[in-house]
């Protein structure tokens, strides 16, 4: 894939608000007396931290390194990861790094998974004051926004500062994009304050574009380039004793509406592989208990790894209600089934199971990886079950044949191959802004 370059007019910081960002602005000052009641619900359903809520409302305990600082926000756990090789990248060239995101999950796993020099802090909720106390404080050298998490006033009070700002991995989806469209002048507010966008694919340049990005190329997915999870080797080994001489199933990253299918999937299949033994991965753990209950209703036997249970003789369903453990599964069985598409989600991300050597399969659901799941498909990389029984058939094939399943891999691992680079490209178009930032560094130091 080649760099390639939408240009459009400059930026418009300069011109006025529409009504729609001038009404945002004053409702979301005017709220900010109700946001102790929002936080207290968000905490009872274990959505917020309570050792660190006040980061909700701009205020840290963490100091602000000295020297240049690059600050970069995802949503969740998906663009969290998609940062990881990047920040490696910046941190090569003695860059220090806030990661910003919205949710408990992504916390943990920037705990887990990203070097300790990393600063991670919640994006505080979006109200002018909570957002100028977060830019007071941490004064971003550049932001780097990931996908199309946009708050407007975090945008507009940013662009007001002079912080430079690109949307990295750009995606927008055939769903947000005409929604969008109807509120054209919004979002061209919103986008025309990003110096640049970096878009996933071209059909992503086009539609940012088309809604007022001033300068948009096309470098690719970061998520094609995420190194493969780590496993804890210890676990790994117990996990593929309890199970030697089983056929295994990972259910991957499953969302509600899907367990109950691959119950019945696993039903069905354990007719005809008798020691079938499926792990469902929920992409939201707080909902294994849930799961475990239905399994039981349904006539089978569960173990919830979330009570430190093992998967013995008698487990028919495994539910690996942990977080950050998606890395040990994916190396426990060579089938994954990708969860978020069989109901209208839109799919997880299948790189990570790929390049630790699983057969994938997936339902009809995948707009979030459109490009990707599409290109699997073709090279048959990938199977695509459009119905529960046309999941059994699939999973039933990979379960009985080898060779079918290491044809799939090395189909896919060529297509990851070809689609991968984003990071270098990431890396180019990002190099006059990391220029300046090494210029501040050297004027400092001299």
């Not at 990881?84 to 990248?89: D, G, P, R, T």
């Not at 069905?268 to 753990?285: D, E, Q, W």
């Not at 689609?419 to 802004?433: F, K, N, Q, S, V």
Request: with cysteine; aromatic share 6%; charged share 20%.
């Amino acid at each position: 894939m080649r760099l390639s370059v939408v240009r459009r007019p400059p930026l418009v910081n300069s011109l006025p608000l529409p009504m729609t960002l001038r009404v945002y602005r004053s409702l979301s000052s005017a709220m900010v007396p109700l946001a102790p009641a929002f936080i207290n619900r968000r905490l009872k359903l274990g959505k917020e931290d309570p050792a660190r809520v006040s980061e909700r409302r701009g205020v840290s305990a963490d100091v602000r390194p000295v020297g240049p600082l690059v600050w970069i926000h995802g949503a969740s756990v998906g663009e969290v990861l998609a940062s990881a090789a990047l920040v490696e990248q910046l941190r090569a060239l003695n860059l220090r790094i806030l990661l910003t995101s919205g949710t408990v999950t992504s916390a943990a796993v920037v705990a887990k998974r990203f070097p300790p020099d990393v600063i991670h802090q919640y994006v505080p909720y979006d109200s002018p004051r909570y957002v100028a106390r977060f830019l007071d404080h941490w004064r971003p050298s550049l932001a780097l926004f990931i996908e199309s998490d946009l708050w407007p006033n975090l945008i507009l009070s940013s662009a007001a500062r002079r912080v430079p700002m690109v949307l990295i991995n750009g995606r927008m989806s055939p769903r947000s994009f005409p929604r969008w469209r109807r509120v054209s002048g919004t979002i061209s507010a919103l986008l025309g304050r990003f110096e640049l966008c970096l878009a996933q694919s071209e059909t992503d340049a086009d539609r940012f574009s088309t809604l007022g990005c001033p300068n948009v190329v096309t470098t690719g997915n970061l998520k094609l380039d995420v190194p493969a999870p780590p496993a804890d080797q210890a676990k790994l080994e117990r996990l593929m004793a309890m199970t030697r001489g089983r056929p295994v199933v990972i259910a991957a990253s499953t969302h509600p509406g899907e367990d109950e299918m691959l119950a019945e999937a696993h039903k069905i299949l354990a007719g005809y592989f008798p020691n079938l033994l499926t792990v469902i991965v929920p992409r939201h753990p707080d909902r294994g208990e849930a799961i475990a209950r239905m399994v039981e209703a349904s006539g089978l036997h569960a173990s919830l790894r979330s009570r430190e249970e093992l998967p013995t003789a008698a487990t028919d369903i495994y539910v690996a209600d942990t977080m950050g453990e998606l890395g040990l599964f994916y190396r426990l069985s060579p089938i994954v089934f990708m969860g978020g598409s069989l109901v209208e989600h839109g799919g997880q991300n299948p790189i990570e199971a790929v390049k630790l050597g699983a057969s994938i399969v997936h339902g009809p659901h995948v707009f979030n990886f459109g490009d990707v799941y599409e290109a699997l498909d073709q090279a048959g990389g990938a199977r695509k079950a459009d119905t529960q029984e046309a999941l059994v058939k699939q999973l039933g094939q990979l379960l009985a044949d080898p060779r079918a399943r290491e044809v799939s891999l090395k189909a896919a691992e060529r297509v990851v191959e070809r689609l991968g680079g984003a990071l270098d490209r990431t890396m180019i178009a990002l190099e006059p802004y990391l220029l300046q930032l090494r210029l501040e560094m050297g004027a400092a130091n001299a």
